[in-house]
């Protein structure tokens, strides 16, 4: 069966930087998308950007251009995502999202991870 | 981008059936057939429950459907249950490789 299994919480400070990471099982992992989602407390699901898994071409969005960075590690199964200078305000639970249907639906998704910035 | 627009909160009895609204522009919702409704209850994952406008993913009730007019698509909700109730977001493809999500809408079973 398909899982995306994220990494633990983390706790950041201010101008720190994240690494989120994503394994994938049970499914060809070259073959689909991977979106980043985050969602802060109470506030609606906002997009990150996504990362063609077969060629490792990115699209973010530009709320966090120049600050996040999507990666993948084929051999691991695994997608990175990384936010640079940290602000209180990227306190979020962030999730990844496989486009598994259709042109743009994300079919299955991590549990979610959540980052805490703060001094 | 900014985010597509749906209501704060809809409500409806058991039984009942409600239409949650995502409204964008020519350049989203309006211009492709790619959007995609997601329901999430407190402090889990979302659950994709339409994509491509109107598509079920396999397991999901055939009480919910998609569809949409110009700018503006609907998701609806027959027969609702209790366990309906939750956050309802949309999403649609905006070009050139961009997503987009609505605001969230509550839904309350009364």
């Known amino acids: 069966q398909v899982q995306l299994v994220q990494s633990g919480a983390e706790v950041k400070k201010p101008g720190a930087s994240v690494k989120v990471s994503c394994k994938a099982s049970g499914y060809t992992f070259t073959s689909y998308a991977m979106h980043w989602v985050r969602q802060a407390p109470g506030q609606r699901l906002q997009w990150m950007g996504w990362i063609n898994v077969g060629s490792g071409n990115t699209k973010y969005s530009q709320k966090f251009q120049g600050r996040v960075t999507i990666t993948r590690d084929t051999p691991a199964s695994t997608v990175y995502m990384e936010l640079s200078s940290l602000r209180s305000e990227d306190t979020a639970v962030y999730y990844c999202?496989?486009?598994?249907?259709?042109?743009?639906?994300?079919?299955?998704w991590g549990q979610g991870t959540l980052v805490t910035v703060s001094s | 981008q900014s985010a597509l627009t749906q209501p704060a909160s809809v409500s409806g009895s058991p039984g009942q059936s409600i239409t949650i609204s995502c409204t964008g522009t020519?350049?989203?919702?309006?211009?492709?057939?790619?959007v995609s409704w997601y329901q999430q209850h407190p402090g889990k994952a979302p659950k994709l429950m339409i994509y491509?406008?109107?598509n079920r993913p396999s397991g999901v009730s055939n009480r919910f459907s998609g569809s949409k007019s110009g700018n503006t698509a609907s998701l609806t909700i027959s027969g609702l249950q209790a366990e309906d109730e939750a956050d309802y977001y949309c999403s649609s493809y905006t070009g050139s490789s961009f997503v987009v999500f609505g605001g969230g809408t509550k839904l309350t079973v009364l």
């Open positions: 999202a496989r486009a598994g249907a259709g042109a743009a639906g994300n079919d299955y």
């Open positions: 491509d406008v109107s």
């Open positions: 020519s350049s989203d919702v309006g211009r492709y057939n790619y």
